[in-house]
């Protein structure tokens, strides 16, 4: 099966293979035929399963013949990394269209944006708070949109713009073509997508399931050893590229102090950033100058590396989902890598419903030499405890399986690699433990998702909080 059974227009299916994809991915198959069709769709897809040419093809068909510098589509994300991606995956599917697709999000110069509205173009991906801004000078038309995607509902319904989507919907003109795609469905996106979307088709891949490619491993410890205990692991442990997941953004800035103080090219990512510190982090993580980066769920979204060994979870994530997002970004595209979380009794919980989610045990390791005996200091030292900033409110115990209609944690979404790690499935990277085998390996034939940024408007947000900020409260 490839991509010609579509019937794109010509110069979409040259896109295509210009970018060297060649067997549809399963969302792909599911969704391009009905948006060509013109029907309405909702996507129950995570980032990494290739939805973005699931909606960008048929998108790219449809604008290919009609004119060109109007603005007939608007994509809504929830970060500008996602904005970004979407707008760089657009751009390269559509070389050969004369189509452009240009982004619109804060926390950069709202007059290069202006400039390039005036300029023409034909995709806006859009974060929704800039987007308003825009509406509200007039310096975006959106009268001739066609079509409305709505990318990561779950994600912006999460970061508090499911007000700022519902003002932009009434800008746009009633007849388009809707499309929303969601890795969760909660009860408010299902509500949103009763709103906006008209008899949709609804297609779905596996949500949880993660990477195949992935082998994941326990490490338990006290929490006052997990610093001492992740520089074990790096000691021992052939990495390439790691991500470490903290819990907090202080705990984010401490590890990625620590590392570095230890002789490790290690950077940090924390919603405090400002967004040129953030793009350097990123920037020098992609291209090898650091080769750890720590952040916490919020401020990876925006990671997109295609080189990720492994990912270290120094903290456990909140819920079984967040588990799958954080290790979305290793073991990408059929490459191998590794998943190591470290745990505390108190996190007990947790690694079962995550055991659940991946339908099988995860191996539990000790570092061979590794003094686990080491008191917990008296006083009650840094990391002595679990951190006690919380990102994002307590969910009640039921929301952490992330089930519809309940509230979800922090989750990073992401983006699967490029071709190209030299690393072979067989080689070997774990300490103290074998890698473990497929009895723990899961999931679908592409792999989960990673990666996304934070919202335009820069830190962590929480529900509510963006649109309380908007209005000056
Ligand atoms: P997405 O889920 O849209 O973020 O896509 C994830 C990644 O998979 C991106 O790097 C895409 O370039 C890539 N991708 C999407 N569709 C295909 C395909 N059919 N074959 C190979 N790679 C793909």
């Not at 980032?47 to 040419?53: D, M």
């Not at 686990?372 to 008296?378: C, G, S």
Request: charged residues 25%.
């Amino acid at each position: 099966m490839d991509f010609k059974q579509f019937n794109l227009h010509p110069k979409v299916q040259a896109g295509v293979e210009a970018v060297g994809y060649q067997v549809p991915t399963p969302i792909q198959l599911q969704a391009i035929p009905p948006v060509i069709a013109g029907q309405d769709v909702l996507g129950l897809a995570q980032t990494g399963t290739g939805k973005t040419a699931a909606f960008g093809l048929p998108l790219l068909h449809r604008l290919a013949d009609g004119v060109r510098g109007q603005v007939r589509a608007l994509v809504l994300a929830p970060t500008r990394e996602l904005a970004e991606q979407i707008n760089e995956s657009l751009n390269a599917l559509a070389q050969q269209t004369r189509l452009k697709s240009i982004t619109v999000y804060g926390g950069v110069n709202i007059n290069t944006q202006i400039k390039k509205l005036k300029e023409g173009a034909d995709i806006v991906v859009a974060c929704p708070g800039r987007l308003l801004d825009h509406i509200s000078q007039g310096t975006v038309n959106l009268s001739k949109v066609e079509v409305l995607v709505l990318d990561e509902a779950d994600q912006m319904f999460d970061m508090g713009f499911l007000p700022d989507v519902r003002k932009i919907l009434r800008a746009l003109p009633g007849k388009r073509q809707n499309l929303m795609f969601s890795a969760t469905m909660p009860d408010d996106i299902r509500r949103l997508a009763h709103e906006i979307l008209c008899r949709p088709v609804t297609v779905q891949v596996s949500r949880t399931a993660p990477a195949a490619t992935v082998s994941h491993a326990l490490y338990p410890v006290g929490q006052h050893l997990k610093t001492p205990l992740l520089f074990e692991l790096l000691k021992h442990t052939d990495t390439e590229s790691v991500l470490i997941f903290t819990k907090t953004k202080h705990r984010a800035k401490r590890v990625g102090e620590q590392l570095e103080k230890g002789g490790y090219k290690a950077t940090s990512l924390q919603g405090n950033l400002s967004q040129n510190r953030r793009q350097a982090a990123l920037d020098g993580f992609r291209d090898g100058t650091y080769q750890i980066m720590v952040a916490t769920d919020i401020a990876a979204r925006g990671i997109d590396v295609s080189l990720i060994s492994h990912v270290i979870n120094y903290d456990i994530p909140d819920t079984p989902e967040a588990y799958t997002h954080r290790i979305g970004r290793t073991g990408r595209a059929a490459k191998t890598g590794d998943a190591f979380t470290m745990v505390t009794g108190e996190d007990e919980a947790m690694v079962r419903s995550i055991e659940r989610v991946l339908g099988a045990k995860i191996e539990r390791r000790r570092v061979e030499g590794f003094d686990y005996t080491v008191p917990a200091p008296k006083k009650d030292a840094e990391f002595a405890r679990a951190p006690r900033e919380p990102q994002r409110k307590k969910q009640p115990a039921a929301a952490a399986q992330g089930k519809p209609g309940e509230a979800k944690s922090a989750q990073g979404t992401g983006r699967p690699a490029q071709p190209g790690n030299s690393r072979g499935p067989g080689a070997s990277r774990g300490p103290g433990g074998s890698r473990q085998q497929a009895g723990a390996r899961q999931g679908g034939s592409r792999p989960a998702g990673a990666g996304a940024g934070e919202g335009q408007r820069g830190g962590a947000q929480r529900p509510g909080n963006h649109a309380a900020r908007r209005s000056g409260k």
